[in-house]
């Protein structure tokens, strides 16, 4: 092992570019083959000629979901749906010394498949030991996903900023003149018109200040994300209709985080309210909580995301919507406005996280992912 581990250091250090960043400069390096492949991105794997499992770097325990424990020693076909074009290409690659790659390998991980791409090198034809990387399909995907998202929330802050200060000058005109115009009026029935006016002017003067306010000040503290998930539990309670149920699915084990408590629960609460909205009167929510260890989000890895979830069994987001349902104005409903989803998203986003979401018909998954980021001052873990 140790030799297949110094030839693939030595492939790696080839680049210049490479040995520039590795090793600052210098001549010589104290660093290891092993250092440098766990310290690598991409899923590794080192199969010997009977195709069980060599060694695996952090990035392949994490794709897969076992330590390096669980795996080194197992044949790769107990990880493998079907082996036989694994082994196959991994037994040219030993034979021949070339790479070869290859596509939707379905892999068991934590009981659910996941669809992998692979490429397998020959890195000692002596002792026929195969290098193995893994490269995650959806990951691709998602990384696109959390792209156009982040895109989106950036096109929509700009928007909904622009809007609500245009909205808010004429809305005290239109109020003012309304006002005046009451006065002047003989009949309490036609005072009746300009008291919808006056009344649906103050409506929209609170939407704006409150879309304003999104982008005030912080106050971040420490806080348990349940603090987040029962208050706007307690508030559903007192909303929802009798036919609709409200279920808890929680990881008691979250750490603390922090985050601004008023703009996370203002979020989540545009989240739930979606949910409760596009339910009617009978159907079930489900609040949940989880921590997601080496999650990727934005192109950044962390080490520990918190995400806390709504769940409905609603019908689900139209499919003309889906593309665009963060941008503002954008809604499934006659009497949306179309900010609450905007507004979640730009608060999350403030607070070093991201909105994902699934729908179908059924179910409809709303995610808020939150980073955990020490408080400043505190020491690193």
């Excluded at 325990?61 to 082994?87: D, F, K, N």
């Excluded at 545009?270 to 929510?285: D, F, I, P, T, W």
């Amino acid at each position: 092992v140790s030799e297949a581990l110094a030839v693939t250091a030595g492939i790696a250090l080839e680049q210049p570019h490479q040995t520039d960043l590795l090793v600052g400069h210098r001549p010589k390096s104290s660093l290891t083959a092993n250092d440098i492949l766990r310290a690598m991105t991409t899923a590794v794997l080192l199969v010997d000629e009977s195709f069980k499992i060599l060694y695996v770097n952090a990035a392949a325990e994490s794709l897969l979901g076992l330590s390096e424990r669980q795996t080194v020693g197992r044949p790769i076909a107990e990880l493998v749906l079907s082996p036989e074009e694994l082994e196959g290409l991994c037994q040219r690659a030993a034979n021949t010394g070339a790479t070869y790659s290859g596509r939707e390998l379905v892999v068991k991980v934590s009981g659910r498949d996941l669809v992998l791409d692979f490429r397998a090198a020959s890195i000692d034809q002596k002792n026929g030991c195969v290098l193995l990387e893994l490269f995650d399909r959806q990951s691709d995907r998602q990384a696109r996903k959390e792209a156009e998202l982040v895109s989106q929330r950036r096109i929509s802050r700009r928007i909904v900023s622009q809007l609500a200060h245009e909205v808010k000058n004429p809305l005290g005109g239109l109020r003012g003149a309304a006002q005046l115009l009451e006065r002047q009026l003989p009949a309490a029935e036609l005072k009746a018109y300009t008291r919808v006016i006056i009344e649906e002017a103050d409506r929209l003067a609170a939407l704006v200040d409150g879309v304003l306010r999104a982008g005030g000040e912080q106050n971040k503290e420490m806080i348990n994300l349940h603090q987040v998930t029962e208050h706007v539990a307690n508030l559903v309670e007192g909303e929802k209709p009798v036919g609709v149920e409200l279920a808890r699915d929680y990881d008691p084990s979250l750490p603390k985080i922090w985050i601004d408590r008023s703009q996370i629960i203002q979020a989540f609460l545009n989240l739930a309210k979606n949910s409760l909205q596009a339910l009617g009167a009978s159907g079930r929510m489900i609040f949940r909580t989880r921590a997601l260890s080496n999650y990727l989000m934005a192109g950044e890895q962390h080490r520990l995301v918190l995400s806390a979830e709504v769940e409905d069994n609603g019908p689900g987001i139209p499919e003309d919507i889906k593309e665009t349902i963060f941008y503002p104005l954008v809604t499934g409903r006659d009497t949306g406005t179309g900010l609450g989803l905007t507004i979640a998203q730009d608060l999350v986003s403030r607070n070093g996280g991201l909105i994902e979401f699934d729908s179908r018909p059924g179910l409809t998954l709303f995610q808020m992912r939150l980073p955990i980021r020490p408080a400043p001052g505190a020491p690193k873990p």
